[in-house]
């Protein structure tokens, strides 16, 4: 089975910039759509962005990351990415990617379609 690794977080201030990236080891990662999820304290797990297996061809973003936050794949190093553009205090929270297996296209939005996860890395945005 697929196992993941997050890494990139940190503390920045309100309109820098991170790049997240999530590892994986174990079977082929082009196999698998990959999910970024993140939950703040006190609150539920929500979806981020998502790409499909292979290329990435497909794409989604939740409304308040739109035109902010890039998801895209290196099939050759086994990594997603998540840039993360113009970050303000509502991006802190508990960073996690999400992987599933999949044999067809598409793209997933709900933490309970994926199997796999990560450990999470936080990111603190804050002045």
């Known amino acids: 089975q697929v196992q993941l690794v997050e890494s990139g977080g940190g503390l920045v201030q309100p309109g820098v910039s991170l790049r997240l990236s999530c590892a994986a080891s174990g079977p082929p990662f082009s196999n698998y759509a990959v999910g970024w999820f993140r939950q703040a304290p006190g609150k539920g797990r929500e979806f981020v962005a998502a790409?499909?297996?292979?290329?990435?061809?497909?794409?989604a973003y939740t409304d308040s990351v739109k035109g902010r936050f890039t998801i895209s794949r290196d099939n050759t190093k086994d990594i997603v990415y998540l840039q993360m553009n113009s970050l303000d205090s509502e991006d802190t929270a508990v960073y996690f990617c999400a992987a599933k297996r999949v044999v067809y296209g598409g793209v997933f939005t709900a933490p309970n379609q994926y199997f796999y996860w990560g450990q999470g890395t936080q990111v603190t945005v804050s002045s």
């Open positions: 790409i499909s297996w292979l290329d990435g061809g497909q794409t």
